[in-house]
């Protein structure tokens, strides 16, 4: 007991550090900058698991740990895989898959979100001496794609750190952007009722250089940041059978979110909740999951305040 405590409070020494560090670069009041970061899709939960609690920071693992905590996958025994699909708000779908295998000392793992937003219909001006709006003048088509490579390894029996480095692109009509983001998480599991802990730095890296034209002005077309996320998640078994957990959310350009879940495993199913005091807008989760052996499928619903119901589904492997 002595020795968890002890860890315990080393880890938790670390993670102050790293939530005051998170304070300052992710100030309180960035809610001003909402549209100000590029890439936003990548700050949307695509995996069902995670999204009906909300985060699983704490809690992530195998294949499905490459979405949430990369450090998640350094528990992999096997190769695992996993794939999913989001049904996003305005006929928006985002897809995923990921793949994991032990080698070079740890685990390495492959993944990919892409993006389709459908058609969008294009519309103009027309006219010389008096402009008029002319709607319906055909469709273009925009996406985003997210290339993900990670490594993790288990320093100890209840200590795994993490990365992911990804290539990120975006397609609107004939206009392209692309950069490079990274992701660097850990996990202590503290040995004592099932209570493990975890925090990411994700979405992190350069800033991405407009696409305005030669000798425009910065102040016109500034360059535009990552959406660095930082989350941090702790979750413990109440009585037999649940766990509940909190999580901290927090976006460079939104507020601080706090979310409580819970997850209640009755043989081979579980059924999980998420509630989120802080974002109105999405604010209830629900979700379950059926374990069969090696394979797995989960499914999730996100209530939105003015566009009905996300729905996410995903379904994993493991051989």
Same mark, same amino acid.
């Given at each position: 007991m002595n020795s968890i405590m002890k860890n315990t409070m080393k880890w938790l020494t670390l993670s102050l550090v790293v939530i005051s560090f998170q304070s300052i670069i992710l100030a309180e009041g960035d809610n001003d900058k909402v549209g100000s970061s590029a890439f936003k899709f990548l700050n949307i939960q695509t995996d069902a698991h995670s999204a009906a609690l909300g985060g699983l920071s704490a809690q992530a693992s195998g294949a499905n740990a490459l979405f949430s905590n990369p450090s998640g996958i350094a528990g992999s025994e096997g190769m695992g895989f996993t794939a999913?699909?989001?049904?996003?708000?305005?006929?928006?779908?985002?897809?995923?898959?990921? $793949?994991?295998?032990?080698?070079?000392g740890g685990v390495v793992?492959?993944?990919?979100?892409?993006?389709?937003?459908?058609?969008?219909?294009?519309?103009?001006?027309?006219?010389?001496?008096? $402009?008029? %709006?002319?709607?319906?003048?055909?469709? $273009?088509?925009?996406?985003?794609?997210?290339?993900?490579?990670s490594f993790a390894k288990s320093l100890s029996d209840k200590f795994s750190l993490g990365g992911t480095a990804k290539r990120v692109s975006q397609a609107i009509d004939e206009v392209k952007l692309s950069g490079f983001a990274f992701d660097i998480g850990t996990q202590f599991d503290t040995g004592y009722r099932n209570i493990k802990m975890g925090a990411v730095i994700s979405n992190f890296g350069p800033d991405l250089a407009?696409?305005?034209?030669?000798g425009a002005n910065y102040a016109e077309f500034p360059a535009m940041s990552l959406p660095m996320t930082f989350s941090f998640g702790v979750t413990g078994e109440a009585i037999a059978g649940l766990n509940v957990g909190l999580n901290v959310l927090k976006q460079a350009d939104m507020?601080?979110? %706090?979310?409580?879940?819970?997850?209640?495993?009755?043989?081979?199913?579980?059924?999980? $909740?998420?509630?989120?005091l802080n974002n109105p807008q999405q604010d209830v989760s629900f979700g379950a999951g059926v374990n069969l052996g090696s394979i797995s499928t989960n499914i999730a619903m996100t209530n939105t305040k003015h566009f009905g119901s996300v729905m996410r589904f995903g379904l994993g492997y493991n051989f």
């Open positions: 999913g699909m989001t049904q996003w708000l305005v006929e928006t779908q985002i897809m995923n898959v990921g $793949f994991v295998m032990p080698m070079m793992g492959l993944s990919m979100v892409s993006v389709d937003y459908g058609d969008i219909m294009e519309s103009g001006w027309a006219g010389t001496t008096e $402009f008029v %709006f002319e709607p319906n003048q055909g469709a $273009f088509t925009a996406t985003d794609m997210s290339l993900q490579a407009s696409q305005a034209d030669e507020e601080q979110e %706090f979310i409580l879940n819970g997850e209640y495993a009755v043989s081979i199913a579980s059924l999980r $909740f998420s509630y989120n």
